[in-house]
């Protein structure tokens, strides 16, 4: 692996080779306003301080962040409908971003090009060494629970690494057994994605414990932070979790 790619790649990640990255990237496409993103930048600095590795934002909330990120490393989500593709990496390179995330939805008829597009930003990305994070979503957001078995996460997430994807973002599976054949399948650094509010916190910790000890690479936490009463504490105890390991 290329020296800048290493050490960017370092930046995102704890020494352990974990992470805790905090997703703040919904209100770059979300319909609705988000309780909790409001202050990007307040709260941002908190969970900063209180041990998060990595940020997940668009440019908006990046450029917001530049001063209160601390060491924390910065995944530019961005959109590869071209003609946005042909400026992707130089516009994260400008901004001092450690790498980029995109989303790529495998089986999917209404994004027939979605895997297309990633292996084009892969490309550009590996000609810069700057790492490529790839949210697997199979069959896209509104899928069936046919869509959500390790079977097809597996699958979406190998083809995912195969377009040239350094990390992959997606689903837990539900239970350690299933989701140790997806990391076995996909022999990167695999991160599961937090999902919709949970009311029980012991529910969140319980997956989060579960799926990094069937070799899950970290954890990308949104909304169960930012929209948490405490949201600082809240990443303080999932940082010391997912370093625990």
Not at 105 to 125: G, K, M
Request: charged fraction near 20%.
């Amino acid at each position: 692996m290329h020296t800048h790619k290493t050490r960017r790649l370092a930046r995102l990640f704890g020494e352990d080779d974990k992470c805790l990255i905090v997703a703040m990237d919904h209100a770059g496409f979300m319909d609705k306003m988000l309780p909790g993103l409001a202050q990007p930048q307040e709260t941002i600095r908190a969970v900063a301080r209180a041990g998060a590795d990595a940020f997940l934002l668009t440019l908006g909330s990046a450029r917001l962040a530049a001063s209160v990120l601390g060491r924390a490393g910065v995944w530019l989500s961005v959109d590869t409908q071209p003609p946005l593709l042909d400026h992707i990496v130089e516009t994260a390179l400008r901004l001092g971003a450690d790498g980029i995330k995109c989303m790529v939805y495998p089986n999917w008829d209404a994004q027939p090009h979605s895997v297309t597009h990633l292996a084009t930003l892969a490309a550009e990305c590996a000609r810069w060494d700057i790492p490529l994070m790839a949210e697997v979503i199979p069959g896209g957001f509104g899928a069936g629970p046919e869509m959500r078995t390790p079977e097809k996460i597996a699958a979406g997430a190998r083809i995912a690494m195969e377009a040239g994807a350094d990390v992959i973002k997606t689903f837990y599976t539900g239970d350690p057994a299933s989701f140790r054949e997806v990391v076995e399948y996909c022999p990167i650094p695999i991160v599961v994605l937090g999902g919709e509010r949970v009311k029980d916190d012991a529910e969140l910790f319980a997956n989060v414990r579960d799926a990094l000890r069937a070799g899950a690479a970290g954890v990308a936490i949104g909304r169960n932070i930012w929209q948490h009463p405490a949201p600082a504490e809240m990443t303080a105890r999932l940082a010391a979790l997912v370093h625990a390991h």
